[in-house]
């Protein structure tokens, strides 16, 4: 059994695949053997339904989503940010911390002077600088609106079982194999990542920090959520001189 382009159209199920989250071992578990397979690939719900309308096809009356604690999913996002796009243009990688990165995602909701061109976020001091993608940033409420049935939420941290209890018994597929070199989750943030950027993490991300209780993998501890915009330090490396 496989989707058709992220959607089984024999069950009714609409499998959204934010970045970083086992997605492409769930791509590969239902039929999909290169990500070339995937026409959607990375789309959220509104763009989904939009193909849906477009193609005249059936509806979906479910949706699922794996959830990652968004501290381990930026971490995530950083590494592959890095060895994507900054090497494939020869440029170092410690010339782009991930405080920058940070700073950039806090500038990015804010519309902080950038350019959106696609999904590519560029800071207009530097223009011709891919800074972020905003689907490895976007907030998970991004990813389901505009989706009226039901969503089912799977946890990275246990997805070999809430996948097994949640949506098994409808696809038919028992198990996820692992697909990819992402390493699991972490318990113990690196040292690179410093207070200041958690608080911004945790201000952007509250509602869904808050939803699924994800907590700071160093202390285990919540950070104070700040109410107000945060104005960043504004420390950019020379990756984006």
């Not at 909701?109 to 800071?123: H, K, T, Y």
């Not at 207070?195 to 907590?215: H, N, P, Q, T, V």
């Amino acid at each position: 059994m496989a989707l058709f382009r992220m959607l089984d159209l024999n069950r009714n199920i609409f499998f959204a695949h934010m970045p970083k989250t086992a997605g492409s071992s769930i791509e590969f578990a239902h039929g999909f053997r290169t990500s070339k397979d995937v026409l959607l690939r990375h789309r959220n719900a509104q763009q989904m339904m939009t193909h849906v309308q477009e193609e005249a096809l059936p509806m979906p009356d479910q949706s699922f989503i794996v959830v990652r604690n968004i501290y381990d999913r930026l971490r995530s996002s950083y590494h592959h940010f890095q060895s994507t796009v900054i090497l494939e243009k020869g440029e170092p990688r410690r010339n782009y911390t991930f405080t920058s990165y940070i700073e950039t995602i806090a500038r990015y909701f804010e519309r902080d002077n950038i350019d959106i061109r696609g999904p590519q976020v560029f800071l207009r001091e530097a223009r011709r600088r891919v800074a972020a993608d905003i689907r490895h940033i976007e907030r998970l409420s991004w990813w389901t609106e505009g989706f009226e049935g039901e969503w089912r939420y799977l946890r990275f941290e246990n997805l070999a079982s809430d996948y097994a209890i949640q949506i098994a018994p409808m696809t038919g597929v028992q198990a996820i194999p692992k697909r990819n070199v992402t390493p699991a989750s972490v318990k113990v943030l690196p040292s690179y990542i410093d207070k200041g950027s958690l608080e911004i993490i945790a201000s952007i991300y509250k509602d869904e920090i808050e939803k699924f209780d994800m907590r700071v993998p160093k202390t285990d501890q919540k950070v104070r959520i700040r109410d107000t915009k945060w104005r960043g330090r504004r420390e950019w490396s020379s990756y984006l001189a």
